[in-house]
């Protein structure tokens, strides 16, 4: 009896121990460019829920992820630089048969251990072609959502590199979810999450990662989609595809906001840690037919530039010493991991062999960040690489022969900002609730100090990073119109003997060629783990 009575106290402790740690929810978007957020100064698109955490919370100022999202999710997921995983070079194909390494253990896996509940809502893209690679073997409790890179907004279908199929099923053993076509992604994903708040079991902390479709394009024939009606508000957008944008972008900020309402009518909110970020910077321009802002900062998604890199992000959490501040510690998307395992309650020294740094109480009070370099990635088949010390930064090489270089807006400083949006969104109601809402004044001098502002300089030094690397003083100089090489060349020469340090430690990319058995076309049109099944086996659906 004393010996069922221990293990009853010990369960009992375990159980108290779990209520105490934090919930933590991630919101991921996709391909969302520095300027597609209302507190980095654009007017034109009115972000109030995403704002509302970022005011009320830390917003990131110096934040890094990867130019593409496998590569930003693998970092995201595992603590390390993607040249120490082999996930540097580009992205996961559906017929692509690899994955993130199964040796390397990744965020759910940890959570669990220390004992939460763990749920993905929309993108994986980390690997599919066998099932011990889906978000279920990776420590997942459940999956609703897609395992390819896009999926188009209405019908869940992808079209890539000449197949097409559909990708999307909630969790369950349908290979497919058919009673959800035609409807809207994002929809899919807050009727999801706010499923799973609702349900969940308050003694178990919640890991919460919502990974959207959006901003990124769909497919060809309709890249960018959202409801028309939506749509139909931003008649004052004279392009038209920066207008649709705007109607995706409104639905994923309309979803974030109801999430938040969730977790605080479910009271889950008041002990919880939500992270917003961007996977990597935004398509503008028309890149992959899209039509984000990086405005004021150079380059797009899937170039080493600073509108390719610096991410839209924020730090929300009741937990925060010190909040309603702009944080400017150099910040990489591998830091997620030490940092939320450390306010998890969990021991860091689990960790071996990362990149990241924990760094909860930087964020948390406002103290010196240990990080003072950062790996932007090293790609040695596109032949570039980018890497920051303290203030300077230096670029080798660059993608598409330099023909995404330069600087893409809208600005979107035109019109006004409305700060009562901020308050009276989803989001800005449920965090007034708790008294965490800053004032009027102190949100405008907020989105003042996180606007970056950038004057054409009176001797502008040009680059050319597929003659010779470039080096730039981020710090004074963030959107890299001033070459410094010639004039630090001791810098300039300390950053690259660092950058090809790094380098000898790099694995080999893991890129594999296409399976033609992975087309859909096998698999009665649906994206699937062919590698588990004979391809002369057709699916039964």
Not at 112 to 117: D, S
Not at 162 to 171: A, E, I, L, P
Not at 185 to 210: C, G, W
Not at 446 to 474: G, H, Q
Request: a negative charge; hydrophobic letters at 35%; charged letters at 20%.
């Amino acid at each position: 009896m004393l010996f069922l009575c221990s293990i009853l106290f010990v369960v009992t402790c375990n159980a108290d121990d779990y209520a105490q740690r934090p919930n933590i929810i991630l919101f991921l978007a996709d391909d969302l460019g520095w300027n597609d957020v209302g507190y980095h100064g654009s007017n034109q698109i009115p972000t109030p829920n995403i704002d509302a955490l970022a005011y009320s919370g830390v917003a990131l100022h110096n934040y890094y992820v990867l130019p593409i999202c496998t590569p930003s999710r693998a970092a995201l997921m595992t603590g390390k630089y993607p040249i120490h995983t082999g996930m540097q070079h580009g992205v996961i194909y559906g017929a692509e048969p690899r994955g993130l390494p199964l040796s390397e253990k990744i965020l759910p896996q940890y959570l669990k251990e220390l004992g939460y509940a763990t749920h993905l809502i929309g993108k994986w893209h980390l690997g599919s072609y066998k099932k011990e690679y889906l978000p279920y073997n990776r420590g997942f409790d459940s999956h609703t959502g897609f395992i390819t890179g896009k999926i188009d907004m209405y019908d869940h279908t992808n079209v890539e590199r000449g197949s097409w199929g559909f990708d999307f099923k909630r969790d369950s053993d349908a290979l497919v979810s058919h009673d959800l076509f035609g409807v809207y992604a994002t929809d899919i994903y807050t009727d999801e999450a706010t499923k799973i708040i609702k349900a969940h079991n308050r003694s178990q902390p919640l890991f919460l990662m919502v990974a959207h479709s959006a901003v990124h394009s769909g497919n060809p024939y309709e890249p960018i989609r959202a409801p028309e009606s939506v749509i139909e508000k931003f008649s004052y957008i004279k392009d038209r595809q920066r207008q649709k944008f705007a109607g995706v972008l409104t639905k994923l900020d309309e979803s974030i906001g109801e999430v938040v309402s969730s977790l605080q009518s479910n009271g889950l909110l008041q002990n919880s840690i939500i992270i917003f970020s961007t996977d990597n910077g935004g398509a503008a321009a028309g890149f992959n037919s899209n039509a984000a802002s990086n405005f004021p900062l150079r380059g797009v998604k899937n170039t080493l530039w600073e509108g390719g890199l610096r991410g839209a992000g924020a730090l929300w959490s009741p937990l925060l010493t010190h909040k309603n501040r702009v944080a400017t510690q150099l910040l990489h998307i591998s830091d997620w991991l030490p940092t939320l395992y450390s306010a998890a309650g969990g021991n860091t020294s689990v960790f071996k062999n990362i990149d990241g740094i924990d760094q909860w109480e930087a964020l948390s009070k406002d103290s010196k960040s240990e990080r003072t370099t950062l790996l932007h990635n090293i790609d040695d088949i596109w032949k570039n690489g980018a890497i920051t010390v303290d203030q300077w930064k230096v670029v080798t090489g660059t993608n598409y022969d330099g023909k995404w270089d330069s600087w893409y807006g809208p600005d979107g400083r035109e019109g006004n900002y409305d700060v009562e949006l901020v308050y009276n969104g989803l989001a800005g109601r449920a965090i007034q609730e708790l008294g965490l809402m800053p004032d009027k004044e102190k949100i405008k001098e907020l989105r003042e100090a996180a606007t970056v502002k950038c004057k054409e300089p009176a001797s502008p030094i040009e680059c050319k990073p597929l003659e010779a690397p470039c080096l730039f003083n981020i710090e004074e100089d963030p959107c890299e119109q001033r070459n410094l090489a010639d004039k630090h060349p001791e810098v300039l020469q300390r950053l690259l003997k660092e950058l090809n340090r790094l380098n000898a430690t790099a694995v080999p990319p893991n890129n594999k060629p296409l399976d033609l058995n992975g087309d859909p076309k096998f698999w009665s049109r649906i994206f699937v783990n062919f590698g588990d099944y004979e391809r002369s086996r057709t699916i039964e659906l």
